[in-house]
């Protein structure tokens, strides 16, 4: 009773009514109970595929602004936003069963190409990223990207006519082609210019599940030593040094431990969606210095199929080493009758908002894998497989008390 009673405290959903029951096999629940130190969820998960067909299916009960917009609402001057188009708008839905999920609408066409004379931290934010950002993780077998699935959302039922949110209620207008949009307030989009609109009431866009609260599955938000500069000039040193690695090494906790090869599995991920803007990563801190990091924020990725940013691997190139799962699966996505691309595009079918990716985008990824087999066989000519390619394959099973779980 008094985890049920914290759980409801944790979603907010607490109310001078009767208390909502919370059942065991909800499949929110069944995602949170299954996060273990190898990943968020066990390969083949039965209750992630239930999450996601609920994530597609059950009706939202209430929409609201995310908690960061929520603390940054009305505090900027938006005439200091270089391009407020570019950064997402974003809500969280909230169903049965206590589930809550991050809400991306479509603010790009598939086809459309990130311009060149983009900066990575003033990119568009692609819904459709997301959603191909969970497949590929789970084709890696990473499973460090929360389910996400795509999702035809009717603005006006399951957004406006749920919220009590009096600002979002006050950003919905029709537009002159009687669709019916809303926007966010500052520092985001604060014109109706930027707007997203359904048609007239239908809006696609990606559903990401919540990973369980703070308070009860705490987690650290660290930088990521490859961070880049987010201003239009100046580099960081990572980016003039070819060295820098080095420096690194000599660190805590990058100086023993899994911690820099879980750092190079993020750097190869990244690259294969080309997202540049991983500034900072996240860890439960219940599994200590060598739990895995959290791949989140994913929607920068897929966004130039025709460029291949080589910067991104630099944690690859500039350390040398990887782990032996992580060669092999990539090695084994090389070959034919396993290729990325075939992988990927049918495991992207099983979305309701296929095609997910367009081809050019599924092509890029067998080209971008062959730049990273590449650079793995450099190193290994340079400083020899036993060093280069670290051991993770004989690794004791973690024991029941690593498991996460909610009632601790």
């Not at 998960?45 to 597609?56: F, G, T």
């Not at 980016?239 to 990058?254: D, H, Q």
């Not at 500034?279 to 130039?304: I, P, Q, S, V, W």
Request: glycine share 4%.
């Amino acid at each position: 009773s008094r985890r049920h009673k914290l759980y409801r405290e944790e979603l907010n959903l607490t109310s001078p009514a009767a208390p909502l029951p919370l059942r065991p096999d909800a499949s929110w629940l069944q995602f949170h109970l299954g996060i273990s130190r190898d990943g968020l969820y066990p390969r083949s998960s039965p209750a992630v595929n239930r999450l996601l067909r609920d994530m597609q299916e059950f009706p939202t009960i209430s929409a609201d602004y995310s908690q960061d917009e929520k603390a940054l609402l009305g505090a900027c001057d938006c005439s200091q936003i270089v391009k407020p188009s570019g950064v997402h708008l974003k809500l969280v839905l909230r169903f049965q069963d206590f589930g809550k999920a991050m809400f991306k609408p479509m603010r790009q066409k598939r086809e459309e190409e990130t311009p060149e004379d983009f900066f990575y931290f003033v990119d568009f934010q692609r819904h459709n990223a997301e959603i191909a950002a969970f497949h590929l993780d789970r084709i890696l077998d990473f499973r460090r990207v929360p389910p996400t699935v795509g999702r035809f959302i009717n603005v006006t039922k399951e957004i406006l006519e749920v919220t009590k949110n009096e600002v979002l209620q006050s950003v919905f207008f029709v537009s002159p082609a009687s669709n019916v949009c809303f926007f966010a307030k500052c520092p985001y989009m604060c014109k109706t210019e930027y707007a997203v609109c359904g048609s007239p009431h239908l809006l696609e866009g990606s559903l990401s599940a919540f990973l369980p609260s703070l308070n009860l599955a705490p987690r650290l938000s660290i930088p990521n030593p490859w961070i880049r500069s987010y201003s239009f000039d100046g580099k960081e040193e990572w980016e003039v040094n070819p060295l820098y690695c080095n420096t690194v090494r000599e660190i805590y906790p990058y100086s023993n431990g899994n911690r820099l090869l879980n750092i190079v599995d993020m750097a190869i991920f990244d690259f294969l969606i080309g997202n540049m803007d991983r500034h900072h990563y996240e860890m439960f801190t219940k599994f200590g210095d060598d739990g895995f990091l959290l791949h989140l924020d994913n929607a920068r990725g897929f966004g130039r199929h025709s460029h291949d940013e080589m910067s991104i691997l630099a944690p690859l190139s500039q350390c040398c080493i990887i782990k032996r799962t992580t060669l092999l699966r990539l090695q084994l996505l090389a070959e034919p009758e396993y290729r990325l691309s075939d992988v990927m595009r049918e495991s992207l079918l099983q979305d309701r908002l296929a095609p997910v990716l367009t081809e050019p985008h599924l092509l890029a990824l067998d080209r971008r894998l062959q730049l990273i087999l590449g650079a793995v066989r450099k190193c290994i000519d340079t400083y020899g497989e036993a060093t280069v390619v670290a051991n993770d394959t004989a690794q004791p099973q973690a024991p029941v008390s690593d498991r996460a779980k909610l009632d601790t």
